[in-house]
């Protein structure tokens, strides 16, 4: 019978701490994919965040860095300034990435830092129990939002991809999911791009990836993709929002 499936090599093989239906895992494994698939495995290196992927260098068979709260970007700048020839990547949540290291994100994308960011946007802090993000939804109940959150008390969910678009230094933004299979190749072949637009030398790339947090949400781990879709897409539209400008604009992913 042929191979359909195995393990990327990338991904070493050990059992994940993800709670069950949690999308992390199909994140790491989409990144280990494309990681061989470059053949990139010798020179990978991964910026671990603090949240639920805290583990992150626990997985990915690359050599790793483990960044304090939101300063995976800065650490991130240092790796790649000193070692160009380099694939990295930081991995980092929303709370991670759009509160405590907002500035770090902001200013690696506008100095036009050549290393790529994943970004886990499950609308939540999840690790630390369910307090609400910058990310999470209007109306949406969390811990610290008991009664939804409330524009006029909270504010608006930031919408980071549209907000990084913008600068100058950034060269490839997309936003994508992994809520069923379609979704999850569409959200490879980005992690794909962005790799290669860091490859190229071309300038700095973020792949944000709507993920669902069944625990934290209360919902089983099919209701969690479903109300990913129903409540997070229209929220936050799906595709690229910046190519490199000799690809020729942005597109639908
Ligand atoms: C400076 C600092 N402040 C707060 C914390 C506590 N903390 C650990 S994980 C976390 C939330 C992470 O949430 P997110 O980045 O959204 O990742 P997720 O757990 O959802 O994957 C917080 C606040 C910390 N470790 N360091
Ligand atoms: S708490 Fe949420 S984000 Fe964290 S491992 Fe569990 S399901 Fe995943």
Redesign the pocket.
């Known amino acids: 019978m042929p191979k359909v499936f195995s393990r990327p090599k990338s991904l070493k093989d050990i059992p994940f701490?993800?709670?069950p239906?949690?999308?992390?895992g199909i994140v790491h494994r989409l990144v280990a994919e494309v990681i061989d698939e470059m053949e990139c495995f010798d020179k990978a290196i991964a910026v671990a965040p603090v949240g639920?992927a805290v583990f992150a260098y626990d997985y990915f068979d690359c050599d790793a860095f483990q960044a304090a709260h939101g300063r995976a970007p800065a650490v991130a700048t240092g790796i790649k300034r000193v070692l160009p020839d380099r694939l990295v990547f930081t991995y980092q949540g929303d709370g991670d990435l759009a509160a405590i290291g907002t500035g770090e994100v902001v200013h690696a994308a506008a100095r036009g830092e050549n290393f790529t960011v994943i970004f886990i946007n499950?609308a939540i802090y999840?690790?630390t129990g369910g307090q609400m993000a910058p990310t999470t939804l209007l109306g949406q109940k969390t811990t610290t939002t008991p009664y939804g959150r409330d524009r006029q008390v909270n504010g608006c969910p930031v919408r980071m991809c549209e907000m990084l678009a913008v600068l100058d230094g950034t060269a490839y933004v997309a936003r994508v999911s992994v809520h069923n299979p379609a979704n999850v190749n569409k959200a490879k072949k980005a992690i794909r791009r962005a790799f290669e637009v860091q490859m190229a030398g071309l300038g700095f790339s973020i792949v944000e990836v709507l993920?669902?947090?069944?625990?934290?949400w209360g919902l089983s781990p099919l209701e969690a993709l479903q109300w990913l879709e129903q409540n997070m897409i229209p929220y936050y539209p799906l595709g690229e929002f910046k190519v490199p400008a000799e690809e020729g604009g942005g597109q639908n992913v």
């Open positions: 701490h993800y709670c239906g949690c999308t992390h639920c499950n999840a690790m993920s669902a947090c069944p625990t934290n």
